[in-house]
């Protein structure tokens, strides 16, 4: 099967840079994903890596190291409104759908 | 606007009562998937579908079933064998690839 392990909570100050990790557990490897969920809302797509290293979308960027089977998604130039849940997602060859680590709940404060 | 829509947002089941959880998607992906999440826990996988007239299982597929008779469509019904069916259920549906997942808003469920 597949297993993710992320830190449940993240705590930062506006205008900072945070980092989320995520390890990951799986049998055949097909990318690790990440979203964010605002309290209430459904889940929304951030960023893929299939390949390592680091891929960068505005102020998101998220990094893969297949050996390591680690990944994170860095934030930077923190704003209020990014205070929300994000999870990592890894999916499987052998099962083509995506398994979602527990969550960070990110607080981003003044 | 392509999409995907979740109907109804809240919804009340009695004890013993199946239900059923809509989810259309007009964005022509041919894979759906259904996931439940409970307060401050991750998604976890129902069933998926990656074609018209398949679907399989995934990790808490009991008490639950689903059909997908049209490309736009993946209902879920919650039936009364699922013991504990209060959570938010998610639908989601992707294109080529598989890994940009597209959610709907969600539908609330409550075990009255």
């Known amino acids: 099967g597949q297993s993710l392990e992320q830190p449940s909570e993240v705590t930062a100050v506006e205008g900072a840079i945070v980092q989320i990790n995520c390890t990951y557990q799986?049998?055949?490897?097909?990318?690790l994903s990440w979203y964010q969920q605002h309290d209430g809302g459904a889940p929304t797509f951030l960023s893929y890596?299939?390949?390592?290293g680091l891929e960068e979308t505005g102020r998101f960027s998220s990094f893969l190291s297949r050996s390591d089977s680690y990944g994170y998604l860095l934030l930077q130039e923190l704003q209020m409104k990014d205070s929300a849940s994000y999870f990592c997602?890894?999916?499987?060859?052998?099962?083509?759908?995506?398994?979602f680590g527990s969550g960070t709940r990110l607080q981003v404060q003044p | 606007d392509g999409g995907i829509t979740q109907s109804p947002k809240y919804l009340f089941r009695k004890e013993g009562q199946n239900v059923t959880l809509s989810c259309e998607q007009n964005l022509n992906h041919d894979a759906m998937y259904w996931y439940r999440q409970d307060p401050g826990q991750g998604l976890r996988l129902i069933y998926y579908s990656q074609i018209v007239n398949d679907f399989q299982k995934g990790d808490i597929a009991e008490g639950y079933s689903v059909s997908r008779e049209k490309k736009e469509s993946f209902p879920l019904t919650v039936t009364s064998a699922q013991k504990n069916p209060t959570a938010f259920y998610l639908c989601?549906?992707?294109?080529?690839?598989?890994?940009?997942?597209?959610f709907g808003s969600g539908t609330r469920l409550t075990v009255v």
């Open positions: 890596n299939a390949l390592d």
């Open positions: 997602a890894v999916g499987d060859t052998g099962r083509r759908a995506l398994t």
């Open positions: 989601a549906s992707s294109g080529p690839g598989g890994h940009g997942y597209t």
């Open positions: 799986t049998s055949g490897f097909y990318g």
